[in-house]
């Protein structure tokens, strides 16, 4: 049986999720790197008043994961493909071995803070669909996206569960619009409105930045965000960790590949949840596991019967 390592994005913050980590010296090291690079110290990026900075969420994000990962690979626990939803695709990037941590710390803290010049002022976000299918949720854009009321598709999480990015009257519209079609709206605790072509600018940014950046070949498939495809080659994925925040993320067709590439066991990294109960929705056969939600130990254990021939 094969292993997937999910590594969340944006929205799966909790207060305290660093300090939940287990007490390790593979943690402890992370830390340090994510300190001595970013000068800032991570104990101090998930408090209540710190989490309303999406700078300090995107960049604890990947602390966590990176963490995690090293957790696993400490056990020698290691995952068979990864996949990573918007900025979780970093993490998942130097979990395949193509990107260094540090070199990720560096671009995520350029991604965060273009997207919060950006868009830090309000008046944008993002909210979910639950309940309409692809083709119907286009139709409700169309009817309502205008240079006044930008909408887009930014996130197609299963089937029935999509994600939208625009302007709030847009997004209030397309909320009265899923209503009225039988379906709910939920608004997403993300001030910035993510994976859409409003979001071109910081594609180019990162773009400039990467061209200094070395991105090796992967050791294991990486799920590319905005193409659902496995991708080893380094300038595959530096192309991807460019565009997943201007592109809609076909999370669905990406989790879909992994099953197909004979994955039964999800484990997601910390702080998320959102990704593995997407898998035991649609994927019912396989295991899928919240990191945060199980002990340490136990989720070694998994990973390791999963190794079993």
Known sequence: MRTAFLFPGQGAQAPNFLHALPEHEAVRVTFAEAAQVLDLDPAEMDSEDALRSTVAVQLG??????????????????????????????????????????????????????????????????????????????????????????????????PAELVLAGNEAALSAAAHAAHRAGARARQLSVSVPSHCPLLDGVSARLRAAMRGIGI????????????????????????????????????????????????????????????SNLVKSEFPEARAVAAADVEFVSVVHLARLASLP
């Open 216 to 275: 090796d070949r992967a050791r294991v498939p990486y799920i590319s965000n905005h193409r659902a495809r496995a991708l080893y080659d380094g300038e595959d994925i530096a192309e991807d960790l460019i565009l997943n925040v201007s592109h809609t993320v076909r999370w669905h067709e990406s989790v879909t590949l992994l099953y197909e590439l004979g994955c039964r066991l999800f484990i997601e990294a910390p702080p998320g949840r959102a990704l």
């Open 61 to 158: 994000t990947l602390i966590a994961g990176v963490a995690y990962n090293r957790l696993l690979a400490a056990e020698e626990a290691h995952p068979d493909a990864v996949a990573g939803l918007s900025v979780g695709a970093f993490a998942a990037a130097v979990a395949s071995g193509a990107l260094a941590f540090a070199d990720a710390l560096r671009l995520v803290r350029l991604r965060s803070e273009a997207m919060e010049q950006a868009y830090g002022h309000g008046g944008y976000g993002m909210s979910a669909i639950l309940g309409l299918r692809e083709a119907d949720i286009q139709t409700l854009i169309d009817g309502i996206a205008n240079p006044t009321m930008p909408l887009y598709l930014a996130s197609v999480n299963a």
